[in-house]
């Protein structure tokens, strides 16, 4: 499932303050958030398909740019020394209706190392996916200028407007009650302290806090997506506590919010090259139930 919330365009210095839930079943296999070797993407790794949920572009410098940079910045070693970005980031989310991903749909993780990877605008690679080709999904693509929404039950590629969005697995425009909780904490305890202070040490404490909220629903406030009520309850807080999926056709494992990240993208005032105008920001952790820190 998942959710995602944004605040977009609403502070000068970071055009992209993005938290996000990732819920999946505890068994899935998973890798850490960390630097690819074979991409040039900084996110966390679906070992079983072999995409991510959410990430950044990020490669690392040849020795002589890491050099160069390094004496020209004159600055302490950091993640960001010795690594170019170009402020491309994406998440992706399913879309949940009831209907199960066939075994020849692609990976909607792959929908996100396709964006990092590529040269297109978000809007020009939102329009070329073969919608087809994929079980239910959101997809929010964008860089520090641009940041677009799509998916693949209705919703044509989208530009988001400045302000705050919140995405989980129905219809971008739905007001379910774990979307609409998310964007009142956000709101009120979050977005107040990046305004005194944008640094992440200085407020992402409280983002983490929100996205732990562990309220359920009222079950007059449940949304209906084709699954079993009791399910559709277990579902509908921001955070999901270990749950196992019961009311389906097969037995499943365990499931729950395994990642809770915090994706930040600001505009490179230390910047020395004309390609490197964006710092990206992405740090995630493991909640208390977790398997492994993954």
Known sequence: MCIVAIAWQLFDELPLVLLSNRDEFLQRPTEALHQWLDKPIYAGRDSQGGGTWLGIHQQPMSPSRQTTDSQNDNANN???E????NGRWAAVLNFRDGVQASTNERSRGVLVTDFLTSTLSPIAFARQINLQDYAGFNLIVGDAKQ???VNNRGHAPTPLYAGLHVFSNGQPEEAWFKTE???????Q???PLISEDGIPEYWQDAAFAVLSDTTPAPTDELPDTGVDIDLEHALSAIYIEPVALTGLKVTM???GTRTQSILTVSHDAQSTSSQANYT???NSRAY???ISNQ
Do not use: T
């Open 280 to 282: 990206a920001r992405l």
């Open 78 to 80: 950091s993640q960001h």
């Open 189 to 191: 305890e979050v977005l």
């Open 147 to 149: 940041a677009v929404i």
């Open 181 to 187: 909780r998310l964007r009142a904490r956000f709101r």
């Open 82 to 85: 010795c690594y170019h970005q």
């Open 288 to 290: 208390r139930h977790h």
């Open 253 to 255: 494992p365990i499931y």
